[in-house]
């Protein structure tokens, strides 16, 4: 198998790219729209197809790629149901995804937002913003629910096996990768925090409203392509 993990510093987002080698299909999940000359030249220098773009949900911080990469190779765009509309498959929990001989196996863990979606892929799991190195996504936007994101975590996620990998869409302090085991006894919002506690947790951030949040929510309901995109793509 063919992994590369990729890195946006405008919105510290996480795109990572999987090939076959026998069949060279490739999938792209969480791809961001500045850096789609950057994705498909790596994918022709590896010798890959572009069949599939996974979306883990419907962002606020970066507008997706996956439109354009449709456009101009006609991969399939995958997202989870109560998404974006435009995407050619909108899968639900239970599901999988063909690349190939690879399976990703959807599992619906939302709470960050009401689509959200992670995809397992052997040992490994894609968790978008649901689970975070030792933090999680946020819950008050986009049909957020704390309660309902601890559940997708603790009954879905930290139910996989402790060396489970978990590799998620965003880091803000320099991680590239964790595990379930690890975030299960180390998560400082989850470890030692029941329900009732993660919830008071998550409705005291008070965090900032995303800078392209206005903008990247309606483009990301349209596959990105109610934005401009990058000069070239």
Do not use: W
């Not at 950057?38 to 773009?53: A, F, I, M, P, S």
């Not at 975030?183 to 506690?197: G, I």
């Not at 998550?202 to 596959?223: G, S, T, W, Y």
């Amino acid at each position: 198998m063919i992994f590369r993990q990729l890195f946006d510093a405008e919105s510290s987002t996480y795109t990572y790219l999987v090939g076959e080698e026998g069949t060279r299909q490739a999938v792209l999940i969480d791809p961001v729209l500045e850096q789609v000359e950057r994705d498909l030249r790596l994918v022709d220098e590896l010798g890959l197809v572009l069949t599939h773009v996974l979306d883990t949900h419907v962002h606020a911080d970066h507008v997706t790629a996956s439109g354009v990469l449709r456009e101009r190779t006609h991969c399939t765009v995958v997202g989870g149901v109560g998404g974006a509309a435009c995407a050619n498959v909108q899968v639900r929990h239970g599901d999988s995804v063909r690349v190939g001989p690879l399976t990703f196996q959807v599992l619906a863990t939302p709470g960050h937002t009401d689509d959200s979606v992670s995809y397992l892929l052997g040992d490994r799991v894609f968790t978008g913003d649901a689970l975070l190195v030792r933090g999680n996504g946020r819950t008050d936007f986009q049909n957020g629910d704390a309660g309902q994101l601890y559940d997708s975590i603790t009954r879905v996620l930290f139910a996989l096996p402790d060396a489970t990998r978990v590799y998620p869409a965003h880091d803000y302090k320099g991680h590239t990768v964790t595990s379930i085991g690890e975030e299960t006894r180390h998560n400082p919002r989850l470890a030692h925090a029941d329900r009732e506690a993660f919830i008071h947790i998550m409705e005291n951030l008070h965090l900032p409203q995303p800078k392209k949040i206005d903008i990247a929510v309606p483009a990301n309901r349209a596959c990105g392509r109610a934005a401009s995109p990058p000069q070239g793509a």
